[in-house]
């Protein structure tokens, strides 16, 4: 049974320009949130998806954007790339008819910017 | 809002010595809270969960946390460290739900470091 699954595990980009990083959740979730931890920091909520849409929302500008596929797999979206938005980037799925149950994290997306 | 603070950013402890690692939080509403354990190069790993019930919260690895209300805490303590519990812990707190899983609030993290 494949846990959570993020890709790449790796980025180098470059000020201004945008990035896409995917996330596959655990067989049985239906539902994936995304975390932002910078270096020696706790991760930072940025937003849950469900049936598609953005259901929750964190403290994150509109450059951070999100997508769910109905296969319940989802990407997000970041542009016009910072200095600051270096950090490694984790995806957590849950079920939704499964309050007491925790997320589940994947291994992150480090991603730096130069 | 909801808040987390780990009191602590590093501790060190001897092999075989008692593991303490603390964590306060505020919280409108009775909380949900975690502690997840994080190794290099990795993502975050549940070690236990608090949602109701008994307070005193057994987890993986030898862990285990009580929840006390009146002092809003939910240190997390381990009898006797072993080396490979060497690693970045983060308390966190979430608002209970009727269905699905609320936004976690994580801590800044303790990195436990231990000594042979």
């Known amino acids: 049974d494949a846990g959570v699954t993020q890709s790449p595990t790796h980025l180098i980009k470059t000020r201004g320009q945008q990035v896409t990083l995917r996330c596959s959740p655990k067989?049985?979730?239906?539902?994936v949130s995304w975390y932002q931890q910078a270096l020696g920091q706790g991760p930072q909520f940025i937003f849950q998806?469900?049936?598609?849409?953005?259901?929750q929302r964190g403290n994150f500008p509109d450059r951070f954007s999100g997508h769910q596929f109905p296969n319940y797999s989802s990407e997000l979206n970041v542009n016009a790339l910072l200095l600051g938005d270096s950090a490694l980037y984790l995806c957590?799925?849950?079920?939704?008819?499964?309050?007491?149950?925790?997320?589940?994290f994947g291994d992150g997306t480090r991603l730096s910017i130069l | 809002a909801q808040s987390v603070t780990q009191l602590g950013s590093h501790v060190s402890v001897s092999e075989g010595a008692l593991v303490l690692l603390r964590c306060n939080y505020s919280s409108s509403v009775p909380p949900y809270l975690f502690w997840y354990v994080q190794y290099p190069n990795q993502g975050l790993q549940l070690l236990l969960k608090?949602?109701?019930?008994?307070?005193l919260v057994k987890g993986i690895n030898g862990f285990e946390a009580e929840f006390k209300k009146s002092e809003t805490s939910f240190h997390l303590t381990k009898p006797s460290a072993h080396m490979s519990d060497a690693a970045e812990y983060f308390c966190?707190?979430?608002?209970?739900?009727?269905?699905?899983?609320?936004?976690?609030?994580f801590g800044q993290g303790t990195r436990l470091t231990i000594n042979p």
């Open positions: 067989s049985g979730h239906d539902t």
């Open positions: 957590a799925s849950s079920a939704q008819g499964d309050s007491n149950q925790p997320q589940h």
């Open positions: 966190a707190v979430s608002r209970p739900m009727v269905q699905g899983a609320q936004k976690l609030v």
């Open positions: 608090y949602t109701t019930g008994a307070t």
């Open positions: 998806y469900y049936e598609e849409e953005e259901r």
